[in-house]
């Protein structure tokens, strides 16, 4: 499988930006799926955006036109760009990655299919 180490949060005002950093231990052009989830204080862990191989993205509709994921298979980097943040967007952020060939477009990414995930990252947004 394959460990992965997240980093890049912190505390920021609202309508800021933060990148968050997602480094694996194995190239992550032999990861089939990568995603970014989070989960805050209270609520359900939700899926945020994941990436294939070929680089196609799927987003949630609440983070759409503010977060951007993508990655760097030189750096074996996944990122998490995220703009325009807001109060809501607070949360411990993860990342997680699947190595086995499925990673679906048509929906959020699944828990289920991630084998193996990061330490996770705290975004905290403040008004």
């Known amino acids: 499988q394959v460990q992965l180490v997240s980093s890049g949060g912190g505390s920021v005002q609202s309508g800021g930006s933060l990148k968050l950093s997602c480094e694996a231990s194995r190239s992550t052009d032999t990861i089939h799926c ?26 949630a509709d609440s983070v759409q036109g503010r977060f ?46 991630f084998p193996n995930w990061g330490q996770g990252t705290q975004v905290t947004v403040v008004s």
């Open 34 to 59: 990568m995603a970014w989830f989070r989960q805050a204080p209270g609520e359900e862990r939700e899926a945020v955006a994941h990436i294939d191989s070929n680089n196609r993205t799927k987003y």
């Open 68 to 113: 951007t994921i993508s990655k760097d298979n030189t750096k074996n980097t996944l990122y998490l760009q995220m703009t325009s943040l807001k109060p809501e967007d607070t949360a411990e952020y993860y990342c997680a990655a699947r190595i086995a060939a499925l990673c679906p477009m048509y929906s959020l990414a699944i828990e289920a299919r």
